[in-house]
């Protein structure tokens, strides 16, 4: 039998990564783990966490302010140096906290850069050192388009390095990052163009749940240019730029953001010493329901698989390939179920089946819905609204997906993980007694389905 270093090697910084780690270390594994990017083993998770964590007490001190109505800006409430010093120290926080937790689950952390040699060799730094397997949870950087100028744009992960903050703003993107980063922008009294390339942003979520949240995103003062793409950017005299658009519009505004999603981390990483796939078009690696490559002592999971990589969904992934490798085995992730929320204002909330998703899969489907003004706007003239809705399989009643918009959203849709996940039905949520006043109550007070839809 073959002698290696170690059972398993972790390639990887993020959440993944270390959950793996410490599962597998736990379990009497001998497990070694270090970085593939620049920044080490600094926990690449804890950085959009912070940056969630500011965001979200943005919205909550401006949505607190008496009188603020939906255009209520802090512009003079927050320091931005001192949010940026808060940040960086918050991400130091998580990142020694994680690291600590390694070493004390017995894994072997290896401070360098991690690269395949072979199929169960990595070299780190000068030192090559060999396992049994080996894991890549190396993680996503974000992408910037190749148009002309592109090197006036910042990143997602670069706006924090400003001084200070702009009056005028452009972000390029639709997706989670793009929608946070221009509501809590806006909040601090930054003037936010949001340029979209699709019809709508979110793409991936209820077509329905997308209108509303542009409205009510819309309100707040963001200006969203919809079917747009960016031409290109050039620099003007006193250090601002010029967005253009393949529109013909021009933008002048003296900060761009690039947020328009995120890329596999794998250059440098040795893919090709193995008999690893690579998705022609993402460069993702391509990997089975169980997270095994087409090399079989190699495995991998998050955002470089392409999965979507939400970070609970890559913790999720590390919990089951471990339990599958060194536990009672474990059945393959349902993807179907995952929850999750955008931290905008208002906020945004799902789990389960979006309206068209479910079209296409059963021949049947009732919509339950509702809009209203949650208690914190009722008096506000002009108050946001609220959008609940609930997608049910009429044939055997089932709630299949779980949709909102508004405050509280994301906190409120955790609330249905278990309740999807343990089958629970109309009749069962119609039979629920509701807290009173509270935005939840509506999803056990609409009685009827307001449409049908059938395949055809």
């Not at 390095?161 to 922008?185: D, F, K, Q, T």
Request: charged share 20%; glycine share 12%.
């Amino acid at each position: 039998m073959r002698s290696f270093d170690y059972d398993l090697f972790v390639i990887g910084a993020g959440a993944g990564a270390a959950r793996a780690a410490r599962m597998a270390a736990a379990r009497g594994v001998r497990v070694a783990l270090a970085g593939h990017s620049c920044a080490g083993n600094v926990d690449v998770d804890a950085c959009g966490l912070t940056r969630k964590r500011l965001i979200q007490a943005v919205h909550d001190a401006n949505g607190s302010r008496p009188g603020a109505g939906h255009r209520g800006r802090l512009a003079s409430g927050f320091d931005w140096k001192a949010l940026v010093a808060i940040r960086s120290g918050e991400i130091q926080r998580l990142s020694h906290a994680d690291l600590d937790a390694l070493e004390q689950s017995g894994c072997h952390q290896l401070a360098g850069h991690a690269a395949l040699v072979g199929p169960h060799a990595v070299r780190v730094g000068a030192h090559e050192v060999s396992a049994e397997r080996i894991l890549i949870a190396t993680g996503g950087l974000p992408c910037v388009p190749d148009f002309p100028g592109h090197e006036h744009a910042l990143t997602s992960d670069e706006i924090f390095s400003l001084e200070a903050l702009p009056p005028h703003a452009v972000i390029i993107g639709g997706g989670y990052a793009a929608v946070e980063l221009a509501g809590m922008l806006a909040d601090l009294g930054v003037e936010i163009e949001l340029v979209c390339r699709d019809n709508l942003f979110l793409s991936g979520f209820d077509d329905e749940v997308r209108r509303v949240a542009a409205r009510e995103i819309g309100r707040n003062g963001i200006l969203l240019r919809f079917s747009s793409e960016v031409a290109g950017i050039d620099q003007v005299p006193r250090g601002a730029l010029r967005v253009r658009l393949r529109n013909g519009d021009e933008i002048a505004t003296g900060c761009v953001i690039c947020a328009s999603g995120r890329r596999p981390n794998v250059s440098g990483l040795g893919l090709d010493n193995t008999a690893v796939v690579q998705d022609a078009e993402s460069g993702a690696i391509v990997v089975d329901e169980y997270f095994q490559t087409a090399e079989p002592s190699i495995f991998a999971i998050g955002d470089v698989i392409g999965r979507g990589g939400l970070t609970p969904v890559v913790i999720s992934e590390a919990e089951n390939l471990i339990s599958e490798l060194y536990g009672d085995g474990a059945l393959p992730l349902n993807y179907d179920r995952v929850p999750t929320a955008v931290f905008s204002r208002p906020g945004i909330g799902m789990i389960g089946l979006t309206e068209s998703q479910a079209m296409d899969r059963y021949a049947d489907i009732a919509v339950c819905k509702s809009m209203f003004s949650p208690l914190k706007h009722s008096l506000r003239e002009g108050g946001a609204q609220t959008l609940i809705k609930l997608i049910v399989e009429p044939e055997s009643d089932r709630v299949v997906g779980v949709h909102m918009v508004g405050p509280d959203a994301g906190e409120i849709i955790q609330g249905f993980v278990p309740a999807l996940d343990s089958g629970t039905t109309r009749a069962i949520l119609d039979a629920t007694m509701g807290a009173r006043p509270r935005g939840a109550k509506a999803f056990v007070m609409v009685r009827d389905a307001v449409c049908r839809a059938f395949r055809v």
